[in-house]
């Protein structure tokens, strides 16, 4: 079985191998007439009317990318879906990602208290309310550090020295 993880096909493809290019060649021809987006002609096939049909439309007629050999596959997703081949749901992959990060940063990985945060409304023109710029400004603020310290931690992990690019971010 073939397993292509690029979006141009043409590059992946070793040209002595007249089974590749075969097997490329099966493939184009099969999405040829698969639907690529709602606008498609393809789903003229199956009966259904594409969005903003036009006369002259016809099936394999489509002029979309997913339809091109250099470009074999669909908008999107690449691959399939992680929960189809892992058998893990989305919340088991972020706390997979959880335990990674705060393994990353040293930190134990505690379970999180539900009753950390406390929502409730706030009254127009409170003054204890910092301005929403103020706080959009801090959230970015953190958002930037947390992302320098996890590149500085990747960049020691792979054994590089960041500390000139720390001294002029500085």
């Not at 950390?116 to 603020?141: E, F, Q, S």
């Amino acid at each position: 079985m073939a397993v292509y993880l690029t979006k141009s096909l043409g590059d992946s493809l070793d040209p002595d191998d007249q089974a590749q290019r075969d097997h490329a060649a099966r493939l184009a021809e099969a999405l040829r007439y698969e639907p690529c987006s709602p606008t498609c002609p393809n789903w003229l096939r199956y009966g259904i009317q594409p969005k903003g049909a036009k006369p002259g439309m016809a099936p394999g007629q489509c002029r979309g990318k997913a339809h091109k050999p250099d470009h074999l596959g669909y908008a999107g997703r690449r691959v399939l879906v992680s929960r189809k081949w892992s058998n893990k749901t989305l919340a088991e992959h972020k706390q997979d990602r959880r335990t990674w990060v705060l393994e990353a940063l040293g930190q134990p990985d505690e379970p999180t208290d539900p009753h950390r945060y406390v929502w409730k409304p706030i009254p127009a023109g409170d003054a204890t309310l910092t301005p929403l710029a103020v706080r959009l400004l801090r959230a970015v603020h953190e958002r930037q550090r947390w992302r320098a310290h996890m590149a500085q931690l990747q960049a020691q992990a792979d054994g590089q020295d960041l500390s000139a690019i720390r001294e002029e971010a500085a």
